[in-house]
């Protein structure tokens, strides 16, 4: 069953699509779009079907200012404007829409860099965060469960429990990039860099095999 945030999904990256190809949204800014009754928005998590009346309701558009991070790394992910036929072959992984799961994590990234944040809401960045990046994939949302559910059951992204600031009684899911696994290190661009990192460090006298097996005697 449809619901109010899965029509809202839709309808910011179609109206966001539309704006931006008549300069209405200036770069920098990102478009949300909110399904609002006659006093207040609707509850996302409400049926679409029974919770919308064309009459009474209305569709409210906002633009947001995204920060330096983020338009930073929009910048670095945009695919190229013209193709030649010298272009050399490009890993899918860096390409937007080519690979969802690393698409995914750079988007975590960017999330998790936001200045003033101490944390992610799983429930945000799937149902939010996600569906603005523009991702070919993340309309829809069974899609972006999926894709999700999959990097944390490969450890790719780590999920915890921590008090809810408005409702201490009901805890709240966040995630957290598992930033010591080598593909997501691969796909931030900077497995190398961490690699080079760690030298070795010379330790006087006998191996720590020899020594436990002396204690062990």
């Not at 399904?35 to 409210?60: C, M, Q, Y």
């Not at 969802?100 to 200045?115: G, H, K, Q, T, V």
């Not at 949302?141 to 999959?150: G, K, W, Y």
């Not at 009901?170 to 931030?188: D, K, W």
């Amino acid at each position: 069953m449809k619901t109010i945030g899965d029509v809202e999904v839709q309808l910011s990256e179609k109206i966001s699509r539309i704006l931006r190809d008549l300069s209405l949204v200036p770069e920098g800014y990102a478009c949300r779009v909110r399904l609002h009754g006659v006093e207040r928005d609707k509850r996302r998590t409400a049926a679409f079907e029974k919770n919308w009346s064309p009459d009474s309701d209305s569709i409210h558009v906002t633009f947001e200012a995204l920060s330096a991070a983020d338009i930073a790394a929009s910048r670095r992910t945009a695919p190229a404007a013209v193709a030649t036929p010298a272009t050399p072959a490009v890993d899918s992984a860096s390409v937007p829409g080519a690979n969802p799961l690393a698409d995914m994590i750079r988007a975590l990234d960017r999330a998790e860099s936001r200045p003033g944040y101490d944390f992610v809401v799983l429930k945000w960045f799937r149902d939010t965060a996600l569906p603005v990046e523009h991702f070919s994939w993340a309309s829809e949302e069974h899609t972006r469960q999926s894709i999700l559910r999959d990097a944390i059951d490969k450890r790719l992204i780590l999920t915890s429990k921590i008090a809810n600031p408005k409702s201490p009684q009901f805890p709240v899911t966040t995630i957290r990039l598992n930033r010591l696994i080598p593909e997501v290190m691969a796909i931030l661009g900077n497995e190398d860099r961490r690699a080079s990192c760690f030298q070795p460090v010379a330790i006087r006298g006998e191996g720590l095999s020899t020594t436990i097996l002396h204690d062990r005697r």
